[in-house]
């Protein structure tokens, strides 16, 4: 992807959730970037229940900064998804380093209490 003209959902109508995010040139001067969502859902992968967690994406750059509204499309994803937090962290963390190629990420996914038990789970990788 060489601009932002390389961007497919930016500007579209998009009815469907992604199985990948998007990516632009990182400006210069920028060493760190913060996604927060607190609307991410899934489903428990033994009972099926819905999960609903809050998810904190922190990276640095390289080349690539993610463009958000394909980052939302690629959450909404897992609404049907039966995923453990722990693997939803993880899988996140590598679509992150996979396609925006950022010195590190670490995903920081926090699932609501069922059973009166919060799960927060974290996955940092580095290249």
Not at 9 to 19: A, D, K, M, N, Y
Not at 60 to 85: H, M, N, Q
Not at 98 to 116: K, S
Request: net charge negative; proline share 6%; hydrophobic share 40%.
């Amino acid at each position: 992807m060489d601009d932002a003209r390389d961007l497919t959902v930016l500007g579209s109508t998009v009815r469907h959730p992604l199985g990948h995010v998007e990516v632009f040139p990182a400006p210069g001067g920028i060493t760190a970037v913060t996604f927060t969502n607190d609307e991410l859902t899934s489903m428990c992968p033994v009972t099926e229940q819905p999960d609903l967690s809050s998810v904190v994406i922190e990276y640095r750059p390289d080349r690539w900064c993610i463009e958000s509204k394909s980052l939302k499309l690629y959450l909404w994803g897992f609404r049907d998804r039966a995923v453990f937090a722990e693997a939803l962290a993880s899988e996140i963390a590598a679509e992150v380093m996979a396609t925006a190629e950022p010195i590190d990420v670490v995903v920081t996914l926090t699932q609501r209490p069922r059973g009166g038990i919060e799960v927060r789970a974290v996955s940092h990788l580095r290249r």
